[in-house]
């Protein structure tokens, strides 16, 4: 059943999607209370009214990043009616995803993403928050992992995880190591070959 939408909930729907915007545009050391206001085009004080903690407004961005990461994972649930996937197919499919992530309308969010991390590993209060977000993203690549014939799934879903944190890590921030399509590929190969 859908939550029904009101004022109040667009109106913090609104304020943490101009929260992920000032971390994209910004940095954690941008995102303030203030900042989010001018960038949702808000009166000064209404992000502080619905959000009074820094961390309150760190988790609100994180659940909305995660709303609008919502298109790629129904993708990914997607292809399990069409599996098994051999190796270099399974590579190829999560390269695309990957490279779906880094596209200019969605590597914004990307880069929000990295900033949640390293906001969370200075407050311990939204660690928990992105650790329980973590967990629902293991828990998911750990149920889609046998679709690529992965034999140990519970072992092999952080590996996964993070094989991809750094791919997309190497690909937003650093264009003298950047992998070329057949590369990310190579690298998924690798892993799908092992798992």
Not at 24 to 34: I, K, Q, S, W
Not at 72 to 98: H, T
Not at 150 to 171: E, I
């Amino acid at each position: 059943m859908e939550a029904t939408r009101t004022p109040a909930t667009d109106r913090r729907a609104a304020i943490a999607a101009a929260a992920l915007e000032v971390l994209e545009a910004d940095g954690g050391r941008g995102l303030t209370h203030r900042a989010v206001d001018r960038r949702a085009g808000l009166p000064q004080g209404s992000t502080s009214n619905y959000f009074k903690t820094r961390e309150a407004l760190l988790t609100a961005a994180l659940h909305r990043l995660v709303e609008f990461e919502q298109p790629s994972v129904r993708a990914m649930e997607a292809l399990v009616p069409d599996g098994p996937y051999a190796p270099p197919e399974a590579a190829r499919l999560v390269a695309d995803l990957v490279r779906g992530w880094l596209t200019p309308g969605r590597s914004g969010l990307a880069l929000a993403r990295y900033e949640l991390f390293l906001e969370a590993r200075r407050r311990p209060e939204f660690q928990l928050a992105l650790d329980e977000v973590r967990r629902e993203y293991l828990l998911l690549v750990e149920q889609l992992l046998p679709t690529a014939g992965c034999r140990d799934p519970h072992a092999h879903a952080p590996q996964l995880l993070a094989l991809l944190d750094g791919l997309v890590l190497n690909q937003l921030l650093q264009p003298a190591t950047e992998l070329p399509d057949d590369g990310l590929v190579e690298q998924l190969e690798r892993f799908f070959r092992t798992c």
